[in-house]
């Protein structure tokens, strides 16, 4: 691709701010008034956990986005059912963690202003300060979200982008969420924090294309320390996202993913697209364009956090995050 049109690509902003009048109610320092001082105090909190648990911001990262996917940024994620119905029940949240940590910073947030700030808000103020706090960019986030009380198991299954799905899989689910292509490219390198339990991968190992055999675009030295990491079978054993800094928000990613290292297919993928290989061959070139990668991920990210949101009388306050819906 020329070199005008990479740059295109990484400096036109693309925004879904084409959001509905209902995401349009959420603005910048909704509780200013309400609950001054309530993102210091979440901060706050949520430092002395992460300083307990250096793997806890991805999976509140991942939470967020599990979230926002599976119906709408309206904390449906957190809510519990006793019969298995609720969309923590459904495959792909499997191994979603981080649940208790944000019932502990919305309690500390309840005794501070009871009944004011949604668990859709604190969600949304988690994943900033998990990006944060692992070296990625500082920015604001516009709450105002509702909490809704309706979880679904079918919804997470149906909504949740697959972890092998190709680019144009993955952009007919992001586009479901009124997200760009660029979304989705940017957005995914959320994956440069965390890890992925063997399942996620283990058929680019064992039984690519469904044909048996490891996946030819995969690294064979990679290849081959995933396969003694993970052995057929293994559902216990985790592997970083990001093999080069897997605890800290950067450009290992997208050098990974040019590497072809990337430990999801869908991962891989982002090779196989004229526009995705673009990006991630610009973002892989040089660390200069960090910044640029920073700029771009918050506004994904403010753009993933208006999806299918509760405002105004739409939805409740909940005083306590992980309640029973049966």
């Not at 690519?208 to 675009?217: E, L, M, N, V």
């Not at 290992?252 to 290989?277: E, F, I, M, P, Q």
């Amino acid at each position: 691709m020329a070199g005008a049109s990479l740059s295109l690509l990484v400096l036109v902003v693309v925004a879904s701010a084409s959001a509905s009048a209902t995401a349009a109610q959420l603005q910048y320092g909704y509780y200013n008034t309400s609950c001054p001082g309530v993102e210091d105090l979440v901060r706050e909190e949520l430092l002395a956990l992460f300083a307990a648990d250096v793997t806890l911001p991805a999976g509140l990262l991942r939470l967020h986005f599990h979230d926002c996917f599976g119906a709408g940024c309206d904390a449906a994620l957190l809510l519990k059912s006793r019969n298995g119905t609720a969309q923590r029940d459904a495959d792909p949240n499997a191994t979603v963690r981080g649940y208790e940590a944000i019932d502990a910073v919305k309690a500390k947030v309840e005794a501070a202003c009871p009944l004011v700030v949604s668990c859709a808000d604190i969600l949304a103020m988690a994943a900033r300060d998990a990006v944060n706090f692992t070296q990625g960019p500082a920015y604001q986030v516009e709450t105002g979200r509702r909490d809704g009380n309706v979880s679904r198991r079918e919804d997470a299954e149906r909504l949740l982008p697959p972890a092998d799905g190709n680019v144009t899989v993955l952009t007919r689910y992001f586009a479901a969420q009124n997200l760009t292509v660029k979304d989705m490219i940017v957005l995914s390198a959320a994956h440069t924090i965390g890890v992925a339990h063997c399942p996620s991968f283990s058929e680019r190992l064992y039984n690519s294309s469904g044909a048996g055999g490891q996946d030819p675009a995969m690294d064979p030295a990679y290849a081959r320390n995933l396969t003694a990491a993970c052995p057929a079978g293994d559902v216990a054993t985790v592997r970083p996202l990001d093999p080069l800094s897997p605890n800290r928000f950067d450009l290992g990613y997208y050098k990974s993913v040019y590497n072809r290292t990337a430990l999801l297919g869908s991962d891989a993928a982002l090779l196989d697209d004229s526009l995705s290989l673009a990006y991630v061959q610009l973002m892989s070139s040089n660390d200069s364009y960090v910044d640029t990668f920073f700029a771009d991920f918050a506004i994904s990210m403010i753009n993933m956090g208006r999806i299918g949101v509760r405002t105004g009388a739409d939805g409740e306050i909940r005083s306590t995050c992980a309640v029973y819906v049966d």
